[in-house]
């Protein structure tokens, strides 16, 4: 389980612009990486627009990526269909989800399936882990995570 103080697990994973993101290529900013469901998805659009929509406080405090298992393709959809101005990344494999700690059992409909739980990192600029909000909920998620970068 990480902690506040932990150093970041890397990634090196490829976003929507079929560019490869490696966590070493924002050393000395600091990162905001928001692990989510699904592209396209209720709870997910509506973070990602709050993401957006506060875009230019964020990028005055660093980097904002966004992170789930969907494919390039799907991002690159969902980017487009919301005007999205920060990168999302596929980790189509759950490799960096489950260095994270967020690629959990999760259950829906008396069904149970593997998947991502909604999670956010701010990595400090000497790489290690300022904050950590477990179990997100979207309402507000953006100015929690404002506060801690003020």
Do not use: N
């Not at 050393?27 to 905001?32: A, S």
């Not at 506060?54 to 980017?79: A, E, M, N, T």
Request: proline fraction near 5%; charged fraction near 30%.
């Amino acid at each position: 389980m990480l902690q506040v103080g932990d150093k970041a697990p890397g990634f090196d994973l490829m976003a929507d612009d079929g560019k490869q993101r490696r966590l070493k290529d924002f050393k000395g900013k600091t990162v905001i990486l928001y692990f989510y469901p699904k592209d396209d998805t209720p709870g997910c659009t509506k973070e990602a627009c709050a993401f957006r929509d506060d875009y230019s406080k964020f990028s005055k405090k660093g980097v904002i990526l966004g992170v789930s298992l969907d494919d390039v393709k799907s991002h690159q959809k969902f980017k487009k269909k919301y005007d999205l101005p920060f990168p999302l990344l596929s980790d189509a494999s759950a490799t960096v989800s489950k260095a994270y700690g967020v690629y959990k059992q999760k259950s829906m409909y008396g069904r149970s399936f593997w998947g991502i739980e909604r999670s956010t990192f701010v990595i400090g600029p000497d790489g290690k882990l300022s904050a950590i909000f477990p179990r997100v909920k979207v309402d507000g998620h953006h100015l929690d995570v404002m506060k801690v970068l003020s």
